[in-house]
């Protein structure tokens, strides 16, 4: 499966932010991550929209919020990450 897992829940601001910058750059076609955090990642969402990727944020079972991203026009990658994304429950706030 062309998961990565990026699980940033015990670490301290900006750090889950910027690993989550340097991994999605490194995403191969094909490939979507699995960012896990213990709070929904506000500040990740404009840079996601800014350079080509799109994300699809739910409630984790091991973990308050997990988002999975992928690359514009990754149809494989999609499929795959809203795929294991709908097998948990959509984010809703509060």
């Known amino acids: 499966m062309p998961e990565r897992v990026l699980d940033v829940s ?7 932010l910027l690993r989550a910058i340097e991994t999605v750059q490194t995403l191969e076609p ?8 213990r709070m ?3 500040h990740l969402y404009r840079f996601l ?4 990727f799109h994300a699809d944020t739910r ?6 919020c997990e988002v ?8 494989v990658a999609a499929g ?3 795929e294991l994304a709908a097998e948990l429950r959509a984010w809703s706030e509060g």
Not at 49 to 52: L, S, T
Not at 59 to 64: M, V
Not at 68 to 75: A, L, N, V, Y
């Open 30 to 37: 094909g490939e979507f991550l699995r960012f896990c955090h």
């Open 49 to 52: 929209d800014e350079n080509g």
């Open 59 to 64: 409630h984790g079972n091991d973990y308050e």
């Open 80 to 82: 795959e990450a809203q």
């Open 68 to 75: 999975f991203i992928w690359r514009d026009g990754d149809e």
């Open 40 to 42: 929904k990642p506000c």
């Open 10 to 16: 015990e670490l301290e601001a900006p750090e889950p």
